[in-house]
């Protein structure tokens, strides 16, 4: 049994493990196969402004980028996955003298932030609304929710964000001005306040989030509503379901521990899944709002070509996916126990 | 058991579902009568109203259906009689698995199956208040689940689909005595068993009503099973209780044209296959229904006053009822 399980994990670790070194060496050599390399450019700049001779300006590049321009894209291949193990992406292109983990970790906690907190709170009241659509099938309110998750998991999350800021942002209401400032609808927090445990960099930062948060809760709400649904509604017209209430059990015990529980099955593995996307899911959003999350940062690395950061973005999310898949896959086990078991039917 | 002695009491009772056509009249004008002890097979075609007549017992009906008329009375062992028919969903709650246990078709999937079995044990227990222990309660479950010669410690410690189906069917037999009721319903109990299981199924069903002084209602196609287990079988014919017999009588002669019909579409063992009778015409449209009896289209006796009046369920000599013009005519 215990060598069971280590040999399940062990088989579980190499997929991750291969998953994420298939998917860097993809990006790698993809990167390199787009149109414009900026090292070449910074020489061209450097024989042009400064009247180097091309030599000149490249060993000048090759110090400053710690980059050998000669190796093979092969050698550079190997470099890059020698170095990627031992966790060092280098230094950035566009900020030389950066170190690329330095600008992730500067940016990443924001993206969590708001891209979490939306998925977290979305889902709460997307399936409490869900179960509730599905329970009272025949109440007035039924298809008010039903028919605004539809409409919201149809609208695509930019439409909604700028929706939002012309909510919040622009419309001045009876003289009043807009609710929220206009220059707190960019950046991750105000220009006046130090990071750190005070109230009115805490105060800056949600003034900030606030908007983005919304975004992805209501992008995302309609379909844990649709979801929790359709899956709630499977399990009402169950015979387990039936059978329970032919027990004489509570409403509230069969709503929790029979229809709830089961309902959840699907629902739980799809946010296990969707815990991956976090981190790459929003770039749109975060160019919108000008919030320098990961996404932001991204976007900025691809237009200018800064492959060392571009690649170690990638490298983040592809392990955050792969993560979260293996995190699905485990979390399904510990809740559906006819998966944990692997059938073993007994004789009758 | 005196005849006039009875546990449940169904008059004239009738349920309509609300269609998109209009009122469908499932249940139309049935009366039935359960005796302590006894057991009552109820036959007939699909969709003539045995399902929905016995799901009115525990007022489980779908959310279109409604009692529209007649009444459903139960005499608990203790305490004054229960009119179910206008009970709250409270008062029936109660009533249910500790009074009567409906068991609906399908019992394979009659438990939570993200939960081990003695959990679901115990959920009924606390929903009925038992005043047991969780100990004692296992302890009852355990001895309960080997009446039905289960492995009691082994069974409440599985996961429903680690079980096989007449392990479940026997567990969900177990389950129903946990609170002793009265009264069991099994709307088709073994279709989805094979013959063998079945057969053993029934038995046991048929000796633990004996020792745990239960009733039982059990609606069945098969009527290898009611010669078996019933002690009286009724009839059912688009929503009415066509006839009311004592099980022996019943095969030996039935009175109502339909019975008689069913019984000569059973199968022999000893005829072609060519000769497999059934019963001429299709069942007749609930929606809008005919004037008169409502076998008169498919009856080979029927004659002018079948087409005019609805025949009315009434006595046929000894025990039996039968709802008939001309049931004096009919033989085998």
């Known amino acids: 049994m215990q060598k069971d399980m280590l040999v399940f994990a062990a088989k579980k670790l190499m997929k991750v493990v291969f998953t994420v070194w298939v998917v860097t060496t993809l990006i790698f050599f ?23 001779t091309y030599e000149e300006a490249s060993s000048r590049a090759s110090s400053l980028f710690a980059l050998d321009l000669e190796a093979s894209l092969f050698v550079q291949y190997i470099d890059y996955l020698s170095s990627a193990v031992r966790l060092d992406f ?58 605004t998750s539809s409409f919201l998991s149809a609208v695509p999350d930019f439409l909604i964000a700028i929706f939002l800021i012309l909510l919040f942002g622009v419309f001045t209401w009876g003289g009043r001005g807009s609710i929220i400032p206009i220059f707190q609808l960019r950046g991750t927090y105000g220009p006046g306040v130090t990071p750190g445990w005070n109230a009115p960099f805490i105060r800056s930062v949600i003034g900030h989030g606030f908007v983005p948060i919304l975004t992805y809760f209501f992008s995302q709400i309609g379909i844990w509503v649709l979801l929790m649904k359709g899956s709630t509604s499977g399990c009402l017209n169950s015979d387990y379901a039936q059978i329970a209430r032919a027990r004489g059990l509570r409403p509230a015990k ?5 229809i709830g529980r089961n309902a959840m099955l699907p629902i739980a593995t799809e946010f296990a899944m969707r815990l991956g996307f976090i981190i790459g899911g929003s770039l749109i959003i975060e160019q919108l709002f000008v919030y320098q999350g990961l996404g932001l940062e991204l976007l900025n690395a691809t237009s200018n070509r800064d492959y060392p950061l571009m690649q170690a973005i990638f490298l983040v999310m592809t392990i955050a996916i792969v993560l979260s898949n293996l995190f699905a896959e485990l979390l399904y086990g510990v809740l559906d126990p006819r998966i944990r078991h692997g059938g073993g039917k007994q004789d009758g | 058991m005196s005849p006039d002695d009875w546990i449940l009491d169904i008059q004239n009772l009738f349920i309509d579902y609300r269609t998109k056509r209009g009122n469908l009249h499932a249940v139309h004008d049935a009366s039935l009568r359960i005796r302590p002890g006894e057991s009552v097979a109820v036959i007939g075609e699909s969709g003539c109203g045995k399902t929905t007549l016995a799901a009115s017992i525990v007022k489980m009906l779908p959310l279109n259906a409604d009692i529209r008329s007649g009444s459903i009375t139960y005499k608990p062992r203790k305490g004054k009689s229960v009119s179910i028919h206008s009970s709250s969903e409270q008062t029936m709650r109660t009533l249910r698995w500790s009074e009567i246990v409906m068991m609906f078709q399908a019992s394979q999937s009659s438990f939570n199956p993200v939960t081990k079995i003695y959990t679901q044990f115990l959920d009924t227990a606390r929903a009925h208040r038992m005043k047991l222990t969780s100990q004692q309660v296992l302890k009852r479950s355990r001895e309960l689940l080997e009446l039905v010669y289960l492995n009691g410690d082994a069974v409440l410690n599985s996961y429903p689909h680690e079980l096989s189906g007449g392990m479940k069917q026997r567990t969900l037999i177990a389950l129903s005595l946990l609170l002793d009721p009265q009264l069991i319903i099994l709307d088709e109990p073994t279709t989805a068993l094979d013959l063998i299981t079945q057969k ?32 009286r079988v009724v009839t059912m014919y688009a929503g009415a209780v066509v006839e009311d017999s004592p099980s022996s009588e019943f095969f030996a002669d039935p009175k109502h044209p339909y019975s008689v019909g069913l019984l000569r579409a059973i199968p022999k063992l000893n005829a072609a296959f060519e000769h497999l009778y059934s019963i001429p015409g299709s069942t007749p449209d609930l929606v809008r229904r005919i004037d008169g009896c409502l076998f008169s289209p498919r ?4 004659h002018d006053r079948c087409l005019r009046e ?15 013009h001309l049931y004096e005519e009919v033989t085998v």
């Open chain 1, 30 to 52: 993809l990167i390199r196969l787009m149109p414009s390399n900026p090292i070449e450019r910074y020489i061209q700049n450097l024989v042009v402004q400064y009247g180097m």
């Open chain 2, 310 to 324: 609805v025949p009315q369920l009434r006595s046929v000599g000894g025990h039996r009822l039968a709802a008939c």
């Open chain 2, 200 to 231: 053993r199924i029934l038995l046991l069903l048929n000796s633990l009503r004996k020792s745990h002084n239960f009733s039982m209602i059990f609606i069945t196609h098969d009527l290898g099973i009611v010669t078996q287990l019933a002690d």
């Open chain 2, 299 to 302: 009856c080979e006796h029927s």
């Open chain 1, 90 to 147: 280098g230094t950035s292109f566009l900020s030389p003298g950066v170190q690329v983990t330095q600008i992730i970790a500067a940016r990443l906690p924001w993206t969590l932030f708001t891209v979490g907190m939306g998925l977290v709170l979305s889902f709460i009241i997307g399936i409490v609304l869900g179960a509730l659509a599905a329970y009272r099938r025949e109440s007035w309110y039924e298809p008010l929710i039903s028919g």
């Open chain 1, 254 to 258: 069969i709503l929790k521990s029979y």
